[in-house]
């Protein structure tokens, strides 16, 4: 148990066997551990994400609503590519993440939800860090070609190639390179040259709010931080706002 226990630990930070480290195998069942890594994505319960999804799409504003429907299109068309929603604090930025979790889950979809800190990630359901989902190396900003260490054909591997979307929330906070990481693994895992390896990513955030940390950095230098981003979707109101304009317009 204590080896199977240490090979999976092992499997996810450098996508290896205990082989690879000249430790004794363990025995188990064919493919348990590929299984552990891949039901965790995809064992949501359909009832509850169903009533997730259900009751959150009532209540979007129709500014809300417009993205979403955009957005969810954009997955169930396979698109690809790379957006931005651009919301500041309150404007129902983790609102709209966890409907559209639940829209993709409630189909048995692997829909990937991280976030640049642990505190943003504990409020996205089955979210994690970036730096754990996809095993960002500490040194990240030093290399000339950042890369992470998953290995392609490794469990992980199997669920960023089958996955449908990937969210990363308070991306404003993570340093260019580690999007450069994570493209080159996208690219290597799910064996495409397309933006993110083919694979629709949100990123979500306010620049106003928070920027990439440089220490003793010059403006210049957290410019050069911040990723490029193709196209960007915007929630302008918080739910208060739009309900206090929905009344005084019903009251005139
Ligand atoms: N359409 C809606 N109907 C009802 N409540 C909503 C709706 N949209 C957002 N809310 C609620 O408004 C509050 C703020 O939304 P949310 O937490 O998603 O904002 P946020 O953009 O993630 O904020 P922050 O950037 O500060 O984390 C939450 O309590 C959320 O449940």
């Given at each position: 148990?204590?080896?199977?226990?240490?090979?999976?630990i092992i499997?996810?930070i450098?996508?290896?066997?205990l082989?690879?480290h000249s430790?004794?195998?363990p025995?188990?069942?064919?493919?348990?551990?590929?299984?552990?890594?891949?039901s965790?994505?995809?064992?949501?319960?359909c009832k509850?994400?169903g009533?997730?999804?259900g009751a959150?799409?009532?209540?979007?504003?129709?500014?809300?609503?417009?993205?979403?429907?955009?957005?969810?299109?954009k997955i169930?068309?396979g698109?690809?590519g790379l957006?931005?929603?651009?919301?500041?604090?309150?404007?129902?930025?983790?609102?709209?993440?966890?409907?559209?979790?639940?829209?993709?889950?409630?189909?048995?979809?692997?829909?990937?939800?991280?976030a640049?800190t642990?505190?943003?990630a504990?409020?996205?359901p089955?979210g994690?860090t970036?730096?754990?989902?996809f095993?960002?190396?500490?040194?990240?900003?030093?290399?000339?070609?950042?890369?992470?260490?998953?290995?392609?054909?490794?469990?992980?591997?199997r669920?960023l190639?089958?996955a449908?979307?990937?969210?990363?929330?308070?991306?404003?906070?993570?340093?260019?390179?580690?999007?450069?990481?994570?493209?080159?693994?996208?690219?290597?895992?799910?064996?495409?040259?397309?933006?993110?390896?083919?694979?629709?990513?949100?990123?979500?955030?306010?620049?106003?709010?928070?920027?990439?940390?440089?220490?003793?950095?010059?403006?210049?230098?957290i410019v050069?931080?911040?990723?490029?981003v193709?196209?960007?979707?915007?929630i302008?109101?918080?739910v208060?706002?739009?309900?206090?304009?929905?009344?005084?317009?019903?009251?005139?």
């Amino acid at each position: 148990m204590a080896l199977i226990n240490l090979e999976d630990i092992i499997a996810s930070i450098y996508g290896t066997s205990l082989e690879n480290h000249s430790l004794p195998v363990p025995t188990r069942q064919a493919d348990k551990r590929k299984d552990k890594e891949y039901s965790r994505e995809t064992n949501y319960s359909c009832k509850e994400q169903g009533r997730i999804a259900g009751a959150n799409v009532k209540k979007l504003t129709p500014e809300q609503s417009f993205i979403y429907n955009d957005f969810t299109q954009k997955i169930q068309n396979g698109q690809s590519g790379l957006c931005f929603l651009d919301a500041p604090g309150g404007c129902s930025k983790t609102f709209f993440i966890e409907t559209t979790l639940a829209s993709q889950r409630v189909k048995g979809s692997i829909a990937i939800a991280t976030a640049s800190t642990g505190l943003a990630a504990t409020l996205l359901p089955g979210g994690r860090t970036v730096h754990s989902t996809f095993k960002v190396p500490l040194n990240i900003i030093n290399p000339e070609t950042p890369s992470c260490s998953i290995k392609k054909g490794t469990a992980l591997s199997r669920v960023l190639q089958d996955a449908s979307v990937l969210i990363v929330d308070e991306a404003t906070l993570l340093h260019r390179n580690v999007f450069e990481a994570i493209v080159t693994t996208l690219k290597d895992t799910r064996s495409s040259s397309e933006v993110m390896g083919g694979l629709l990513t949100l990123l979500c955030g306010d620049f106003q709010q928070i920027l990439p940390v440089i220490r003793q950095g010059t403006r210049a230098n957290i410019v050069d931080a911040l990723s490029q981003v193709i196209l960007t979707l915007e929630i302008s109101q918080t739910v208060q706002t739009h309900n206090k304009h929905e009344s005084s317009a019903a009251s005139r």
